[in-house]
C-alpha cells in the first residue's frame, strides 16, 4: 500500500501486523460468538487497530472486517481486493481495504466499516430487512430500486449509482449481489443514503455454472444482455448519456488492474474472458 492509501485506511504510514494466523480465526470467531453483528458464508473477523504497536486485534466493536481464505472458495481475499480495485477505479463509492499477511503468512482482506465513525455506530439497513424477505435470492433489482427511490434523501443520484453498481456486477462476474449485498444508511446529518459497495467478488471464477444476477433483472436471472439493462435503465428513469458511461473503454484498465493482483494466473485470464464476453454482451466500446 501507498503511503496515501494507509494513512485513509489506518490513519498511518506503516502497515499494521497480524499476529494470528488462519487457523487461530475461526478459534477466535468461536470465542467470540454471540458478540458479533457481522453475518456470512465466509468466514470473517472483526478487528481494531492498536495504534500503540501497530497491530490489528480481535474486537467486538472493531472497526476493520477481516476476511481470510477459505478451503471451499481459494484466493477470495485475492479476488475480493482486486474486484475493489476495479470498482474504485470505475468510480463507485467503496471503503477502504487492502490485502495484509496473517501470521502464516497467508492473505486476509481487510476492509474499512462504514457503519462505525469515531467509535460511533452508524445505523444501517439491507434490502433484505427493508424489503422485509423471507429469502435474500427471492427478489429483483427493480424492487431495490423502487423502495430506494422511495426513501432516499437523494433518490435521483441513489438509484443512478445503484443502476451503475448493478452494470459492475454484470461486468465483473459477480453473481452473488443478493438482497443482503445492497444497503443504506441513516447519517448522523439526518440523510437516509446508499451506502458505499461492498463484498465485491468475482464469483464466477468460483463457481463457474452460476447464474448471472442473484436476482431478477427484467424478470431473469441468466443470460442478461444490453437489452435487459437498457429497459432497468428506463425503469429508474436513467438517461442514456450517463447508463454506461463509466465502464465504456475500460476493458484494458480492468486487465490492467487484474494482472497486478494476487489472483492466481490461471484465474487471472479466465476473469479477463469473463468481462471480455460481459462487455461484448453489453456492447461496449473496449
Known amino acids: 500500500m501507498d503511503k496515501k492509501s494507509l494513512q485513509k485506511m489506518f490513519g498511518a504510514s506503516e502497515c499494521p501486523m497480524i499476529d494470528f494466523g488462519l487457523i487461530d480465526i475461526s478459534m477466535e470467531a468461536q470465542r467470540m460468538t454471540g458478540k458479533l453483528s457481522i453475518s456470512g458464508v465466509q468466514p470473517k473477523l472483526v478487528v481494531r ?3 500503540k504497536k501497530n497491530r490489528l486485534i480481535p474486537a467486538a466493536e472493531g472497526e476493520y472486517i477481516l476476511k481470510p481464505q477459505t478451503f471451499s472458495f481459494l484466493n477470495m481475499p485475492e479476488n475480493e481486493e482486486c474486484c475493489m480495485d476495479m470498482a474504485e477505479e470505475m468510480e463507485i463509492d467503496v471503503p477502504g481495504h487492502c490485502l495484509l499477511l496473517l501470521k502464516d503468512e497467508s492473505f486476509a482482506y ?5 457503519d462505525r465513525k469515531n467509535g460511533e455506530k452508524i445505523h444501517q439497513e439491507d434490502f433484505f430487512q427493508i424489503l422485509e424477505a423471507k429469502d435474500k435470492y427471492i427478489g429483483s433489482v427493480e424492487q431495490i430500486g423502487r423502495k430506494l427511490r422511495g426513501i432516499s434523501s437523494v433518490p ?3 438509484v443512478q449509482l445503484f443502476f451503475e453498481r448493478v452494470v459492475f456486477y454484470f461486468l465483473i462476474g459477480n453473481g452473488d449481489a443478493h438482497l443482503k449485498n445492497h444497503s443504506i444508511t441513516y447519517q448522523t446529518d439526518g440523510q437516509i443514503r446508499l451506502t458505499p459497495a461492498y463484498d ?12 448471472d ?7 431473469k436471472k441468466n443470460n442478461l444482455k444490453r437489452g435487459d439493462f437498457d429497459k432497468l435503465a428506463e425503469y429508474f428513469n436513467i438517461p442514456i448519456k450517463v447508463r454506461y458511461e463509466k465502464f465504456e473503454k475500460k476493458f484494458d484498465r480492468m486487465k490492467e488492474i487484474i494482472e497486478a493482483s494476487y489472483i492466481d494466473k490461471k484465474k487471472q485470464k479466465r476473469f479477463i474472458e469473463i468481462i471480455k464476453e460481459r462487455t461484448s454482451r453489453l456492447r461496449l466500446p473496449q
Request: charged share 30%.
Open 49 to 51: 487497530l492498536d495504534k
Open 110 to 114: 481487510v476492509v474499512k466499516r462504514f
Open 156 to 158: 435521483g443520484l441513489d
Open 200 to 211: 465485491i467478488v468475482c464469483s464466477k471464477l468460483v463457481i463457474p455454472k452460476e447464474e
Open 213 to 219: 444476477s442473484a436476482i431478477t433483472i427484467n424478470g
